[in-house]
Nanobody
Framework: QVQLVESGGGLVQAGDSLRLSCAAS????????VGWFRQAPGKEREFVAT???????SYAESVKGRFTISRDNVKSTVYLQMNSLKPEDTAVYYC?????????????????WGQGTQVTVSS
């Protein structure tokens, strides 16, 4: 069973960068895809990025070119590098482990979720 802990969130100004981390409890992490999702106040949780076991990646149109997802299987950690942050990126960011090794954008494909980390971008 997998437990996830997100970290790295904070308050920054528009144009700044942040790197989020998602640490998993076990080595089983290496055989599953991992995704990042976010939820802003009054909005539904939305897909941000995913990385497959084979390290192929996929991004939401709103973050493409600005965010980069990566993974370190030895450390059982997934990262989300966020550059050129905008106020509309403000949300609670969650990482999640998928049921299988292929990265997908649907929330239903993910079984385990972290508690989330707050990212606030001011203008």
């Amino acid at each position: 069973q997998v437990q996830l802990v997100e970290s790295g969130g904070g308050l920054v100004q528009a144009g700044d960068s942040l790197r989020l981390s998602c640490a998993a409890s076990g080595r089983t992490f290496t055989s599953h895809a991992v995704g990042w999702f976010r939820q802003a106040p009054g909005k539904e949780r939305e897909f941000v990025a995913t990385i497959a076991w084979g390290r192929s990646t996929s991004y939401a149109e709103s973050v493409k070119g600005r965010f980069t997802i990566s993974r370190d299987n030895v450390k059982s950690t997934v990262y989300l590098q966020m550059n050129s942050l905008k106020p509309e990126d403000t949300a609670v960011y969650y990482c999640a482990v998928a049921k299988g090794p292929l990265g997908v954008s649907m929330l239903s494909a993910y079984d385990y979720w972290g508690q989330g980390t707050q990212v606030t971008v001011s203008s």
